[in-house]
């Protein structure tokens, strides 16, 4: 792992929100969904805001603490999941509400996937649309 | 064959009602009732359906979304088949017909959904766009047994995604839901309206689908009681 290393979402398809706590991140493009153990949502919490990697490891979280390894195993999956991206530059400090939520996390970090609405997302015509001078691409009869 | 209702959920849809009623009424095969559930709307809804004359039980409701207003017009049909239609959408004229045919032809399929094609409002249809597979309200015909089982359709908090919730929930329910190729019915889009464009706020609603999806893997996993 670098010396300082912070992420950024990895694109404007993917969205993502927490509730309560519990993380839920959504690929617009490709219509599968991501869940989280509770430490995992933490963590993806405070990657995606921008806080440095390096200011996870060693704290409570999961009954235990982050190790560097587990934590880059981690991080690797999510860029291999395509949702962060590495980001170089200035990294945001860690919330203290994210510390005390990480403190009360009882699973290891844990990233699911998740498939099963992706034909019904997909195919929204939202995604068709973007650009509302650039759609649709009719050609006229002359 | 059996007979069929239809479900139009309308809110603020003056300006587009009148032209999905007459894809209705030019059905080659007619509906036994056409409910209109006006879910709270300021327009002068109930004037255009009138002035339209074309025999439609017209409800009215608090505005709750479309899903709820959805769920409300299924629960006043008790024919044996349900189509619902978005109210600014619009069904080509053998689409009932060929879905019935569909369902008839295949007993073990519990409800049936069409490729769409898209067009703009200020546009003429181009039969020439591209079509995509529809899951979605204006595409859907089912058994009424299955709006039964499967239960209200819920509006995500932002207003989109309620459909793919229900969908996914009759499929879990172990419902067979199938996928004809044909293009069947037409979905208009223009700005202002509610699958137009993309912003954070409809986002969260299909972000709450996929939260409760999971949910309902993790009950199911831990089994009942």
């Known amino acids: 792992m670098r010396d300082s ?22 690929n617009l493009a490709n219509g599968k969904y991501f869940g989280f153990s509770d430490s995992g949502s933490r963590v993806w919490q405070a990657l995606s805001s921008g806080v440095d990697a390096q200011a996870l ?50 699973e290891p970090l844990n990233v699911s996937v998740h498939d099963d609405l992706a034909d019904l997302i997909i ?7 973007e650009e509302p001078l650039g759609w649709p691409v009719v050609k006229q009869a002359s | ?11 603020n849809a003056s300006g587009t009602i009148a032209e999905t009623l007459r894809s209705v009424a030019a059905q080659t095969v007619r509906p036994e009732l056409v409910v209109v559930v006006d879910d709270g709307s300021t327009d002068d809804l109930a ?16 505005n709750a979304g479309p899903g709820s207003a959805t769920t409300r017009g299924m629960a006043a049909l008790t024919t044996p088949f349900v189509a619902s239609l978005d109210a600014d959408d619009l069904w080509l004229p053998s689409k009932i017909e060929r879905q019935l045919a569909y369902l008839e ?7 049936v959904f069409c490729h769409l094609r898209n067009f703009r409002n200020d546009l003429p249809d181009a039969p020439e766009a591209a079509a995509v597979p529809g899951w979605s309200r204006s595409t859907m015909l089912i058994r009424r047994e299955v709006a039964e089982t499967v239960g209200p359709v819920i509006d995500p908090p932002g207003g989109r995604g309620e459909m793919i ?23 208009r889009i223009r700005p202002g309206s509610l699958s137009y464009g993309r912003d954070a706020a409809r986002d969260r609603g299909y972000l709450e689908v996929a939260r409760l999806a999971m949910l309902r893997r993790a009950l199911n996993k831990a089994g009942p009681g």
């Not at chain 1, 290393?5 to 959504?26: H, K, P, Q, T, W």
């Not at chain 1, 690797?76 to 994210?98: C, F, N, R, Y």
């Not at chain 2, 879990?172 to 190729?181: S, T, V």
């Open chain 2, 47 to 62: 004037g255009v359906i009138d002035a339209l004359g074309t025999p439609v039980r017209l409800l009215r409701q608090e």
């Open chain 1, 57 to 106: 490891i060693g704290l409570a979280a999961g009954g235990s603490t982050i190790g560097p390894a587990e934590l880059d195993d981690f991080i690797s999956h999510l860029l291999e999941l395509g949702l962060l991206v590495p980001l170089e530059a200035a990294t945001q400090p860690l919330p203290d509400e994210l510390l005390a939520g990480l403190a009360a996390t009882s």
């Open chain 2, 1 to 11: 064959m059996g007979g069929y209702g239809v479900v139009i959920p309308a809110f």
């Open chain 1, 123 to 129: 195919v929204d015509p939202i995604h068709e649309v």
């Open chain 2, 165 to 187: 919730d229900w969908i996914a929930r009759a499929r879990e329910a172990g419902f067979a839901l199938d996928m004809m190729d044909e293009v069947l019915a037409l979905r």
């Open chain 2, 105 to 111: 032809s295949s007993p073990a399929t519990s409800g």
């Open chain 1, 5 to 26: 290393s912070a992420y950024a979402v990895a694109s404007r398809d993917i969205v993502f929100e927490s509730f309560d706590g519990e993380a839920v991140v959504l």
